[in-house]
């Protein structure tokens, strides 16, 4: 079985405070990895892809992948109360082109 | 663009009744997906679609779904006969052929089954 894990949350950060949000994964051969944002009662959005090992950046937002320790994870800066939202992590597994998505992380930013 | 556009947006029926979910993908897309989300389950891929064929349906509950997609402007998910436990968000998305994988969520519809 495929799985996606997230930690549930809520998680609680101050206003201007690092968010930090993580995901593992279950398979070594996972190409690619998504961040999704989903405000109460609208669609996912995407905020973030990541394929290479390492840190991708934009803007308030950092993506880390870990392939050799199966994580990925999304950091926000300078946290909004308008980033509070739950934040899906979606894999794709390998010989497959479709999503798994984690169950979510619900994030809530304190003004 | 306009994205990716779902009809009805809320649908309440009684148990027993056939439900017809409709989507319509961004133009160009290749990649269509079926999507359903519970608070106890989370988003659950149902069905997906490249080039108008289904590609895997492995994720369809049982047979009383069934999804088509005729041409690649339009596709539908049916429930016949529908549960309460049909109850979610239903959700389709589309993605292109190349690039980045990513996909495109529509606005999704909520149905109720009583």
């Known amino acids: 079985q495929k799985e996606v894990e997230q930690n549930s949350g809520p998680l609680s950060v101050p206003e201007g405070a690092i968010a930090s949000l993580n995901c593992t994964y279950s398979d070594r051969g996972s190409q690619s990895f998504f961040w999704y944002r989903q405000y109460s009662g609208k669609s996912p959005e995407l905020i973030m892809f990541?394929?290479?090992?390492g840190d991708k950046e934009d803007g308030r937002f950092t993506a880390q992948l870990n392939k050799a320790s199966q994580y990925v994870s999304l950091l926000i800066r300078d946290s909004q109360p308008s980033d509070s939202a739950t934040y899906l992590c979606?894999?794709?597994?390998?010989?497959?082109?479709?999503?798994?998505f984690g169950t979510g992380t619900r994030l809530k930013v304190l003004a | 663009d306009a994205g990716v556009i779902q009809s009805p947006r809320h649908e309440v029926t009684e148990m027993g009744q056939e439900v017809t979910l409709r989507c319509k993908p961004i133009s160009g897309h290749d990649y269509l997906f079926w999507y359903r989300q519970t608070m106890m389950r989370g988003l659950e891929l149902l069905i997906y679609f490249n080039n108008n064929v289904p590609i895997d349906d492995s994720g369809m509950p049982e047979d009383r779904f069934s999804a088509k997609m005729p041409n690649a402007s339009f596709s539908t998910l049916k429930i016949q006969p529908s549960e309460p436990r049909d109850s979610a968000v239903y959700f389709c998305a589309s993605s292109p052929r190349t690039g980045t994988d990513t996909q495109y969520f529509g606005p999704g519809t909520r149905l109720t089954v009583l």
């Open positions: 979606a894999v794709t597994f390998s010989g497959t082109y479709k999503y798994i």
């Open positions: 990541i394929y290479s090992n």
